[in-house]
């Protein structure tokens, strides 16, 4: 195989090994000595716990313990940390390992049953018998910020955080435009549903004192710190790995789940190996949700559709803890803003608490709502003015030479919002050919003409990827030749093995096959921070781009000295270090990792060389390790950035509804795509379709149906509809944009989070396009498309504003503010004209 | 079946003879075990995953005589007497990766790949069954089964492949047999 494979679509080296069933997950991990947890948790969304009676629990044989709070102490009775603080969190509230006097949330876990297997364990987890004073819940967006009940008595309106970012004066911006309008955007919950869920497998070294714990997070050393810091251990006793997971899309990024503290808990306390595994019922009602929003948009603008003024009102749905801080929030508030630069904005979210399951991020991470609210204001703009939904967003565009563009906000990496580089409007010429948006009114007339109703939406974003603090990398090369290469972060599907494995292959000069690449195990690497936010290419792919820097040029320099060459004169090729152009000199690189350090023992026939008599000319005046040198052929390095770097895209779907069933279906999917420069389009593209299937999801059939109870009444796979491959669109066109980015070696952008951002603005588009009602609130099912035909109140068939149609224009009324200037609004007759 | 009674929580439990992935095993467990669990605990064959352990997501299919099943819908004394095939059993004898493995690696048809052994068990069936299926056939076949991470497209595009490997493959015993 090429040594050249950054950028190739090259097969995944994970595959050969998961297709045989020889992958390893955490339930995979324990044999017959190892207890099994069960959790005991509470069927109430609000309560107060006035006992807990564990003895009929105990008297199965098979249970080995049942804990509850009372048998905690120290830090690991306190309330599970605060992970990332803000100053506009006045208000944080988080939960505890074992609830404490009170219960938030139903599936909040109040006890723990240790048992000999799963079954027992369950068994006994249904006899603990809880006494709960049930309270009223607060369940729902409104609910909670009228503040009529509280989740939490001493927080006042449901409210942990408010929180406004602005530049310019937005208010008199929107006051003063031709222009005005206002519109509020509703999106519902759902959540990252991973197939594999959470699952912990504690193991405790009496003699070593030592704690290995596994455990399917997006942060090894994440979880690594908060547990020893739990559990009163230092950082050195306790090493986590992450084996195989299957899936994560931000759940997993939480940490310190109660689970990864009862469970190495209970494991020191019994000197067993102890393991959980969640059942998919627990993750609906234990797992973190993402989603829920209302945001109310005031715009003014001009003529052209150029924003003048933008005023974004938020309210946000937390849950009832908010162990990750004001993230999702941060991001909908700043990425709403995706490829546009308005005059003047301003943005205020309100965090509210909810007696229901905690809201974290899921793949996106508020930039679908930030994104949906901001696409379907462009779409009203075009409409209100007549224009071409694409005319009105390339008025809008920041342009190529902008670049870097500050906007005078701070993003969720509490650094500058500052767009590192990018071209918008080649992506919309891109998505303009690629969804054939001139043709479509061809489309929607052939459809017309056979009883058939179509629609075309649009959804534009730019997400800024990989962000800090850093991401570190080590690799080594081995006396066999072989490469091993290390990073902190975990995979979880991505394919890192294989993307790290290229650019190793790549910068070093060796073949991809030879390069071995470890992830999200602190015994390899102890120094790291996440999976998360499209940063894994980004960050650690970059840092061991460096560190394999790093080791060329060592090699090059120690194999000069075997060679007497001039270390600007070699290369390494496949594996060789030779004099350019010359491979009679090639020495393999594993020889050169053998001189590197200089023994006096031999092990082997290839090691005789480095020994103290075994080897070539000396130079006696150095030492055999030289100033400034070290044994061995590896290198770490790490890369910092300063800023994030903004991916961009733009996604267009064509959709039919159904007259008569309101049945909704999506005829052509296409997305344009900007991650800089890519590793493994493969890989990339593999991304994009399942941030899509996702994106489909969300738009039209995932929702958690909490009810006024605060019970999740749909918490099954059963009830949850989540997209079989009948659900997604038949074929996804994809063309790609190559914007590098400046801030990082490689050029690269991270491109996880793509497919989802802007799937439910582009399809409520084509749904309004092709209804004629406003569509407002995502997702939308059949039924309710059904119910808005049968609401509308619009006197006439209303269809689109496409060019070259004769089409009535409609605008919702209530969403037009009064007329400012002198400017006349654009009548339905100066619109033809100006299609004419 | 042999009943050995125990007293402790009530558990009857049996032993149950079967063949997996062409072996005959034995193994004594609860009645109540599902055969996800006794495949993945009493077995050792960690391949099979379960992803929601009420017949939904289909992670856990196995085939049983052929025929896709889901494991953990079906206890595991059920078996008694069946031939049960696990992804780990769809392995060609020689090592070689089944023609349906092959297409999953080929057309990226799986990422984080827990709900893969439940595809390539059903897609086996499958392209048994249809040898040359349409497009829209092969996105039926996996119709019952839930991906979070793939979107589907490269797992209906490894289907037709997987269909096609078989083909060629039986070509080429066929040409080396006449050789």
Redesign the interface.
Known sequence: MSTRSFGEPV??V???R????????V??IGDDRTLHAAFVRTPHARARIRDIDPYDAYE???VVAVYTWDDLSGPTAEPLPLLIPHPDLTHPRTGYALAKDAVNHVGEAVAMVIAR?R??AE?AAALVKVDYEVLKPVVGLRKAAAAEELVYDDIPGNAAAVSTQAYGDAASAVAEAPHRLTFEWDIERSA?????GKGVHARWDAHEEKLTLWTATQTSTGVRGAVSAKLGLELTQVDVVTP????G?GVKIVHPWPEEIMVPWAAIRLGRDVKWTE??REHFVSSAHERAQLLTVQVGFDDDGRVLGLEVDILHDHGAYIPYGLIVPINASTQLLGPYRPGAYRVTFTSLYTNTVLVTPYRGAGRPQGVYAMERTMDRIAQYLGKDRLDVRAANFIQPEDFPVDFGLMFQDGRPLRYDSGNYPALAEKLRTLVGWDEFEKIRADARAEGRQVGIGLGFYVEGTGPGPYEGGHVQVLTSGKVKVATGITS????HQTAFAQIVATELGVPFSDVIVTTGDTRRFGYSVGTFASRGAVMSGSAIALAARKVKERTLRLAADALEADPGDLEIVEGMVQVKGDPSTAVGIGTVAVLSNPLRYAFDEASKAATQFGGGPVDYAKPPVAPGEKPGLDETDYYSPPYSTFAAGAHAVIVETDPETAEISILKYAVVHDCGKMINP??V??Q???????GVGGALYEIMAYDEAGQLANA???DFL?????E?P???DIDHLETPSPLNPLGIKGAGEA?VIPTSAAIAAAIEDAEGIPIVRMPISPSELFDLRRAAAYPEPLVNTMPGTESVRWVDPASVLPEHSSAATPAASTESEARA | MTSTDHTDVGEQHLEVRLRVNGMPRRVELPVRRTLCDALRQDLGLTGTHVGCEHGVCGACTVLLDGEPVRSCLMLAVSAEDHDVTTVEGLTEPDGRLSPTQQAFVDCHGLQCGFCTPGFLTTVSAFIEENPDPTPEEAREAVGGNLCRCTGYQNIVASVLRAAEIQKERATESTEGSDA
């Open positions: 097969k995944r994970e595959d050969p998961l297709v045989t069933g020889k992958g390893r997950y339930d995979d199965l044989e098979g297997d079954y027992v068994d990252c549903m991973p197939m594999e195989d997971v299957g899936g899309f059942d998919r979880q599907g991505q394919g493969r890989i593209e593999g994009i379709h399942g941030g899509v299937a996702q099954s796979f059963m989540m997209p079989y491959a009948s997604v038949t074929s996804i497919g």
